[in-house]
């Protein structure tokens, strides 16, 4: 099977569930699980902040963010195609009771001059603007890479107007190997940032949602009134610490593999028109004659299988399952659509 929906689909290693079998674990509720307690303190280390929080998924990780970062009836900037808005249920609303104001600007990324320009004024008819939300790598923008001066210039306007700045950054590893930036560089930017274990690192389950002690304290207590405290979670910590110690710079291949993918897709007379990939994500549109339905079906008939998006629209993503020969296979399935 070659499995293109998703980069969460990957399976741990064998070496990856050799050291989550031999972890030492205890019970995290009670702080106690050693390997958790490393996971976090590597992962803040690794950003330069103070302090970290194991969570299940990233959808979690966000939510607790914006729980901490917010007062019911406030107001959160994020774009409209936002992973925090359109992908999490209505979680803000329903978990946080906030509002939203969703900018709409090309590839998912949002700019400095229009957050600004989005902020409420301090009048009583209007929510108050409290926390500014951007996604590194932004996946349904077609996986694009901000520009660290552009995260610079929004992280300024949310300072100067006291607001808090969000990184979902599910994928933030993706863009790091492509620019060479740190993580340590991006981490002052933000209040906090989210980043998932369970996509292109490759383990089974988690997330880390990483900030500063203050933050993650209350953080620690939001993530237990949502249930997602965990006791033996060493077990899952330590598939964390492998896929941040071995399967980052890989990535790299990750990213080549989908723009390999996204140049033969643009020769494709079926296809009409590709994001420009920049990182693990290919998004595509199908041109009239192929329906998005024929087309995952026929690629199904040869065990590949695709994302539907929506209308016309396909997404590939590569990953740590995805290797050479299945590029080819891929290569050679879609050179037989007419
Ligand atoms: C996958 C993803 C998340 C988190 O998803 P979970 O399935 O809840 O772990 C958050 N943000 C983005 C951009 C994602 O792609």
Redesign the pocket.
């Given at each position: 099977m070659i499995d293109l929906r998703?980069d969460?689909v990957t399976r741990p290693s064998k070496e990856m569930l050799d050291t989550m079998f031999s972890a030492r674990v205890g019970d995290d509720v009670f702080s106690d699980d050693p390997t958790v307690n490393a996971l976090e303190e590597k992962a803040a280390a690794m950003f330069a902040k103070e302090a970290a929080l194991f969570c299940?998924?990233?959808?979690?990780?966000?939510q607790i963010a914006i729980n901490v970062h917010t007062r019911p009836g406030d107001e959160v900037i994020c774009h409209k195609h936002?992973?925090?808005y359109y992908?999490?249920g209505g979680a803000m609303m329903r978990n946080s009771g906030v509002s939203v104001c969703l900018l709409d600007s090309p590839r998912g990324q949002i700019t400095a001059a229009e957050v600004e320009a989005h902020i409420n004024p301090d009048n009583i008819h209007r929510p108050v603007t409290s926390l500014v939300e951007a996604?590194n790598?932004?996946?349904?923008g077609g996986g694009t890479i901000y520009k660290f001066e552009e995260l610079e210039l929004i992280s300024g306007v949310c300072r100067k107007h006291g607001l808090k700045f969000h990184l979902?950054g599910?994928?933030l590893f993706n863009a790091l190997v492509e620019t060479g930036e740190k993580p340590s560089k991006y981490a002052h930017l933000f209040d906090s940032v989210?980043i998932?274990l369970?996509?292109g690192l490759g383990a089974p389950i988690g997330?880390l949602l990483i900030g500063d002690k203050p933050f993650i304290r209350r953080a620690r207590r939001v993530r237990k009134a949502f249930g997602g405290a965990m006791r033996q979670a060493g077990y899952l910590a330590a598939a964390g610490i492998y896929g941040l110690d071995y399967n980052i710079s890989r990535l790299k291949k990750d990213n080549d593999r989908a723009r390999h993918l996204g140049s033969v897709l643009e020769t494709m007379p079926f296809v009409e028109s590709v994001i420009p990939v920049e990182s693990n994500i290919v998004i595509f549109k199908l041109g009239k004659k192929e329906s998005a339905e024929t087309f995952i079906a026929r690629l199904k008939e040869h065990d590949i299988h695709a994302l539907y998006l929506d209308g016309q629209t396909i997404r590939f993503v590569t990953h740590l399952d995805f290797t050479d020969s299945m590029l080819e296979k891929v290569e050679s399935v879609l050179q037989t659509i007419p």
């Open positions: 998703s969460t299940p998924s990233g959808t979690m990780t966000n936002a992973h925090v992908y999490e996604e790598t932004m996946n349904k979902d599910a994928r989210s998932c369970s996509k997330s």
